[in-house]
């Protein structure tokens, strides 16, 4: 279980998180909802050891306190960033950059049925697996960025608008991927500009509003939630 507690984030004078508390469970997806600038990318890079957060902020994954860790012992402790914009090699083959989500020390020896796994869930890239990523459409990198992070045998995965720029059904088998990744046990936490879909997929959610959480519930509680279809799902 991860839990995250009283994270505040500055940058200068601008108070970009404030005492965000919230729980991701292995095997339950979990979405963040907010608009622009709430705080969403940055709520994920302080979890990930990539930004830093106010003393006293605590991320705790089984026990074990993640909170002051450089990125590369976060990931080692089971907690793995698919980050905005993917941050794929695009000079590197699938194959290579699979390859270097596996350096994790918890990965190693495992790299092989790891890989199986993963050309499983997304078959296209098992097809091109020699291929320059560069050249590769947006949703097949992104497939690529989700599986380097799933090389490195995440208990937990963290995803940063996976579905930005993707087609309706690009986005509909990417999400279908994370509902397989899910039911491996992995816990999943999302932030996604996709409210409708990313509602109907996930366990529970959370709303953030200017640094601050100011609403959460199940999924159902809150595809039903007058302000969340008002504000969220476009509704009249
Ligand atoms: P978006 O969906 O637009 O990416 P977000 O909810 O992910 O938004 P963040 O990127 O976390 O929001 O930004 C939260 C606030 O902090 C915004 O007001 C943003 O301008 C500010 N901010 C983010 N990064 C920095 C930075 N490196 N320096 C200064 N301010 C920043």
Redesign the pocket.
């Known amino acids: 279980m991860l839990e995250i507690r009283d994270i505040a984030?500055h940058?200068?004078r601008?108070q970009?998180?404030d005492k965000v508390a919230l729980d991701v469970a292995k095997g339950e997806i979990v979405v963040i909802l907010?608009?622009?600038?709430?705080?969403?990318?940055?709520?994920?890079?302080t979890v990930a050891g990539l930004?830093a957060a106010v003393h006293g902020s605590t991320v705790t994954l089984d026990d074990h306190r993640l909170d002051g860790l450089p990125p590369h012992k976060v990931v080692e402790a089971g907690l793995a960033l698919v980050p905005?914009g993917r941050g794929v090699f695009g000079e590197l083959t699938v194959a290579e950059n699979l390859a270097m989500g596996a350096y994790a020390q918890r990965a190693r020896g495992d790299e092989a049925r790891r890989l199986a796994q993963v050309l499983a869930l997304f078959p296209k890239l098992a097809e091109r697996r020699g291929q320059m990523v560069r050249t590769m459409s947006g949703g097949e990198q992104q497939m690529v960025a989700i599986g380097r992070a799933l090389m490195s045998a995440p208990d937990i995965l963290m995803l940063?608008?996976p579905s930005l720029g993707l087609s309706p059904l690009v986005c509909g088998e990417l999400f279908d991927a994370l509902e397989k990744v899910r039911d491996t046990g992995v816990g999943i936490l999302l932030?996604e500009?996709n409210a409708r879909r990313s509602l109907e997929m996930a366990d529970r959610g959370y709303l953030?509003e200017n640094?601050r959480i100011v609403g959460q519930g199940t999924a159902a509680a809150l595809r039903d939630d007058e302000n969340v279809r008002r504000a969220y799902l476009g509704a009249a």
């Open positions: 984030v940058y200068g601008h970009a998180l907010g608009a622009n600038g709430a705080g969403k990318s940055t709520l994920l890079k930004q905005e940063d608008e932030v500009q953030l640094g």
